[in-house]
């Protein structure tokens, strides 16, 4: 049944006369408004309009005259946007209005699907525009974000992934300053320590020296653990005579040491009565003082000299007299591609003058590491790294950032 034929059939059966009516309860709208008013009063029903009817088509139930002085609904303040109002329609009044029978209060309670459906719509429209308008600031998590900063607020949702990538950081970082002090390790500076006392007076045991590695060039032994990558040396730049390098020990290829170059290809070298000579000429040599030693040697009288060599370098050496194993040596005469080396400390080095399995020997060109530059730090016998205090009750502050001759 169409909405006209349920108005005109409502119309047939009014009552004769009217009554007054009650004051008609503030809604929404005219019609379809009754949604958002409380089904708590019961009043003569008026004509819906086509919109509620679209949701739901009631009983029909005897309606009362509509008055055309309809009174301003008053907005709920739940609702953010007001309903679309519609034109009162009038029904046509009959010449004697019957007496409107009341009708069961249940039968006046408008139907739920609008109510819901303009709950919701008011809800949405809220909170559209308050989301819009303002960001949150606390939350019952704590504080709250926006959603776009990429913050997850500390919630460990990405499985862990945060710290497997702060782990890697970690890790690429340590990687790459290995590799940095590899590549300066092998291209520029090695630090070393000194064991003994070979090279007094000039080194002391406790020193801690620097080396530069691009002085001589570099062969497979300027890498760590000498892989066999190359034969021969990289811009190869020979030593002079008076240098202090450092190299591998020819009997094993392992073991570093330290002398002083004395001799270099085509040179012959002779000990004879505790004097060098090179080329058969004696090296220059100068008392400068002399002191006992009574701890090695039992109180023997140590000599120090000045040593100059036929290219002018010059050095202090040091010496106990004549008459040790190594104050008198057959000629040593060095081939291409090797070097003649000797302790400073002469009665106390095993060096180039001992030919043996236990000695040194002539030492080949490849071998070579680097040459001593400067003594950065020193300590007497005796200083740890494990005991803190030794750190200041050992240290020999003259000796630090001396430049080596």
Known sequence: M????????????????????????????????TAAVEPAEAEPATHEPEAAASHAEPEPEPAAEVTPDVEPVVVPEEAAEPVA???????????HAPEPEPAPAEAMTPPPEPIAAAAALAAASSGAESESSRRPVWSDEGDAHDGDDGDDGGDDSDGGKSDKNEWLEIIKTVAIALFIAILLRIFLFQPFTIPSASMEPNLYEGDYIVVSKWSYGYSKHAIPYSPPLFEGRIMDNAPERGDIAVFKLPSDNKTDYIKRVIGVPGDRVQMINNVLHINGEPVENVV??????????????????????????????????????????????????YYFMMGDNRDNSIDSREQSAMGVGLVPAENLIGKAEMILFSWHEGASLFNPISWFSKVR?????TVLK
């Open 288 to 337: 400068v003082t002399g002191e006992q030693v009574a701890d090695m040697f039992n109180g023997q009288t140590v000599t120090t000299l000045r040593e100059t060599l036929p290219n002018g370098r010059s050095y202090q050496i040091q010496d106990f007299g004549p008459n040790y194993s190594l104050d008198n040596t057959p000629v040593f005469e060095v081939p291409e591609g």
């Open 85 to 95: 109002t519609a034109e009162p329609e009038h029904v046509s009044e009959p010449d």
């Open 2 to 33: 169409t909405e006209e034929n349920k108005t005109t059939e409502t119309d047939d059966h009014a009552a004769p006369e009217a009554t007054p009516t009650p004051d008609p309860v503030e809604t929404d709208t005219a019609h379809n408004d």
């Open 397 to 401: 502050l003259d000796r630090f950032f």
